[in-house]
């Protein structure tokens, strides 16, 4: 099975960095997704790890600790529009699981 | 993600009726997830089929729910005898093979069940 634990809110100020946090336990492991998900809309899909290290994508950057259990997803030069929840998502030999969920507020 | 298309994109139906829930996957993939939300809630696991394939359903509930993925057609998530429980929006993630490769969802299905 998987366990995935996020925080369930964040806020920061537009134009900072925040950080997201993911840890999970899972019995096998196939890959680590970040979605973005804004009310009422379908997830997005923003980052796929499978290896350790950091992926960026723009303002957008996503790290991996496959010994550790761990992600986190970076947003810089944060604006408005990236207020919405952000879900991890690990995915193991079978299927995908998602983590519940961080809704990040970002504030002028 | 727009290859993934699924319809209807809202759906009413009354208490006791069926309620069929198609996705068409982007082309090139053969695996698809879905997952249902409830407001302000998270994504729940529900299934994990390929074509022809139920892989692992231990999100589905037992009774009411069954879906399937033919050899031709899209996925179909089929709920019988809808309750007002059911209520949510049901999302479909499509993926290349069985454990590789990005993932992208679809708009959903908002049921309704009045």
């Known amino acids: 099975g998987q366990n995935i634990d996020q925080p369930t809110e964040m806020t920061a100020t537009e134009g900072a960095i925040v950080q997201i946090n993911c840890t999970y336990q899972?019995?096998?492991?196939?890959?680590l997704f970040w979605y973005q998900q804004h009310a009422g809309e379908a997830p997005t899909f923003l980052s796929y790890n499978v290896l350790d290290g950091l992926e960026e994508k723009g303002r957008f950057s996503s790290f991996l600790s496959r010994s550790k259990g761990y992600s986190y997803l970076l947003l810089k030069e944060l604006q408005m529009k990236d207020s919405a929840s952000y879900l991890c998502a690990v995915r193991d030999e079978w299927d995908m699981r998602f983590g519940a969920g961080t809704r990040l507020t970002v504030k002028p | 993600n727009a290859g993934v298309m699924q319809n209807p994109r809202h759906l009413v139906r009354r208490r006791g009726q069926e309620a069929r829930l198609r996705c068409s996957p982007m082309?090139?993939?053969?695996?698809v997830y879905w997952y249902r939300q409830l407001p302000e809630e998270g994504l729940k696991f529900m299934v994990y089929l390929q074509k022809e394939n139920i892989i692992d359903e231990s999100g589905m509930p037992k009774e009411r729910f069954s879906a399937e993925f033919p050899k031709e057609g899209p996925s179909i998530l089929r709920i019988q005898q809808v309750v007002r429980g059911d209520s949510a929006a049901y999302f479909c993630?499509?993926?290349?093979?069985?454990?590789?490769?990005?993932?992208?969802f679809g708009q959903g299905t908002r049921l309704t069940v009045v």
């Open positions: 082309k090139g993939h053969s695996h």
């Open positions: 899972t019995s096998g492991f196939n890959g």
């Open positions: 993630a499509s993926s290349p093979g069985r454990g590789s490769g990005e993932a992208f």
